[in-house]
């Protein structure tokens, strides 16, 4: 079993910074990537931002200079950190890991976290 925990949504002004961090837990065995989603609403979950364990990142066009992804892979962590925030970027977003579990390391697969809302507004 693994569990996805986001912290660090909330409301900010356009122009204003935030910092999501997630932690995954439970009976991993190895973690290729793990990343941001987001989700507006009557929109499609959209990739925001991942990392690999080697540290290659991949960022969507909307977001490259403004944030940032970082990744502990000791705690299984990963972190976005977003700066000079659009009202666009008002989602939900959901912390992603793919990654294999102890029981099945030859298995790789998607897990996803709760979400946590972000709202840029004046």
């Known amino acids: 079993q693994v569990q996805l925990v986001e912290s660090g949504g909330g409301l900010v002004q356009p122009g204003g910074s935030l910092r999501l961090s997630c932690a995954a837990s439970?009976?991993?065995?190895?973690?290729?990537?793990m990343g941001w989603y987001r989700q507006a609403p009557g929109k499609g979950r959209e990739l925001v931002a991942t990392?690999?364990?080697?540290?290659?990142?991949n960022y969507a066009d909307s977001v490259k200079g403004r944030f940032a992804v970082s990744r502990d892979n000791a705690k299984n962590t990963v972190t976005l950190q977003m700066n000079s925030l659009k009202p666009e970027d008002t989602a939900v977003y959901y912390c992603n890991a793919r990654l294999s579990l102890q029981e099945t390391s030859w298995f790789v697969s998607n897990y996803w976290g709760q979400g946590t809302q972000v709202t840029v507004s004046s």
């Open positions: 990392i690999t364990t080697g540290g290659s990142t």
């Open positions: 439970g009976s991993i065995f190895t973690v290729e990537s």
